[in-house]
């Protein structure tokens, strides 16, 4: 993307945020059991949605890299992998400020907080490999691997296991019978939350790369 484009995105996604937050507090009505609380998953569905999209990426291009030997695609696979691991942490403290608001206790081994720490612990130690391998080539196909192992635990972590066994966390937007259940206004401010959050996810992870890659290997890798 060039100097213009990027421009034109980093407006489009700060009037995106604005129309959002504003959505959120002035339109959005309390919700049923949870009043105004209801107003944080604005913020806590998004960020688990990118963090769960950034490991799936991370292993899409921990793939592309076994097959080419791309540095780029190593480069897009590491740095996807931390921003998910950085929106997983937000989504952990927007959860523990909800539970706090909610049930009286930031903490209680609930199973999708319970879950969702097992997640923490299998990105940070992504991280602890990839910067305990010296050579670039060793450590880019070793963390490649274990990208894509590591992505195998999410869905079982986040949609499988936390749904087995009786939890304190509200339902999800998707319910049980296949279903949505949310007012037509908080589901169409949530759409766009949504877009929100997926767009800054691709805008700090390729502007991140972008800067990592000298030019002369991204005007290569691009060709």
């Given at each position: ?32 059991g ?6 944080l ?66 903490w ?29 080539e ?14 195998l ?58 800067r ?12």
């Amino acid at each position: 993307m060039d100097i213009r484009g990027d421009t034109l995105l980093q407006l489009f996604i700060g009037i995106l945020t604005i129309a959002v937050l504003g959505a959120v507090f002035l339109v959005v009505p309390p919700a049923e059991g949870l009043g105004d609380y209801v107003r944080l998953a604005f913020f806590h569905i998004p960020v688990a949605w990118v963090s769960v999209l950034a490991f799936l990426m991370s292993a899409w291009w921990a793939a592309a890299y076994l097959r080419k030997g791309s540095q780029r695609a190593d480069a897009l696979s590491a740095g996807s992998a931390k921003l998910g691991l950085i929106f997983v942490l937000l989504a952990t403290v927007s959860g523990a400020i909800f539970s706090k608001m909610t049930w009286g206790a930031y903490w209680n081994w609930d199973p999708r907080q319970t879950t969702i720490f097992v997640l923490l612990l299998i990105y940070g130690a992504y991280l602890t490999l990839r910067s305990a391998i010296p050579g670039a080539e060793r450590r880019a196909r070793v963390t490649a691997v274990y990208a894509l192992f590591s992505f195998l635990t999410v869905p079982f972590l986040v949609f499988i296991i936390p749904r087995l066994y009786f939890s304190l966390h509200p339902s999800p937007v998707i319910n049980g019978s296949g279903s949505i259940d949310m007012d037509p206004v908080m589901l169409a401010v949530l759409l766009a939350a949504l877009l929100d959050a997926t767009l800054i996810y691709f805008w700090l992870l390729f502007r991140g790369v972008r800067r990592q890659l000298p030019p002369a290997k991204r005007q290569e890798e691009s060709a």
